[in-house]
């Protein structure tokens, strides 16, 4: 489960998810970027693009062999459903696995991110959803997302 929101996507991540389901627009998709930072919650959730995040100074997106970004579209996303029992809706995504990951960087964080243009956009043009801690330590071993069990957003009062 995401450990904040970023404030520019505060009341709206569930809509730009449906976005990306939805295909709407046909370019869009969610992007997982994982990040080594010694910066505060309070900084990084101010930081409104993916380009704002990674010139930050306390802040890197990790470079590891065997590491590149997840680019997740409407096909493999899963419409979200309302749980009107619990008030909530949790937006969950498949496993993530990262293949024979080199030792290096330290990974510290997922920063998941909406990109309404995968083919024309740069990172100025993603904006980030939500920072979900995620420590690992790369050894050569496959690293693995759990993003189904939890999920990485959860929308309640």
């Excluded at 520019?8 to 569930?14: D, E, P, Q, S």
């Excluded at 990084?44 to 997840?70: F, H, P, Q, W």
């Excluded at 696995?97 to 043009?125: E, F, R, S």
Aim: aromatic share 8%.
């Amino acid at each position: 489960m995401a450990n904040f929101v970023y404030n520019i996507a505060k009341g709206r991540v569930v809509e730009l998810y449906n976005r990306v389901d939805s295909n709407d627009p046909a370019n869009s998709a969610i992007v997982i970027v994982a990040i080594n930072t010694s910066a505060t919650d309070a900084a990084l959730k101010d930081l409104d693009t993916l380009a704002a995040i990674e010139a930050d100074g306390n802040t890197a997106e990790v470079t590891n062999s065997g590491y590149a970004r997840k680019v997740l579209t409407d096909a493999d996303l899963a419409a979200y459903s309302v749980n009107d029992a619990s008030d909530l809706i949790d937006l969950v995504l498949t496993n993530q696995t990262w293949t024979a990951v080199a030792a290096g960087t330290a990974w510290t964080d997922l920063v998941i991110c909406y990109d309404p243009d995968t083919t024309a956009g740069t990172d100025a043009n993603i904006i980030p959803l939500t920072c979900n801690d995620f420590a690992i330590t790369p050894d050569g071993s496959d690293i693995i997302a759990d993003l189904t069990t939890n999920g990485f957003f959860r929308a309640a009062e």
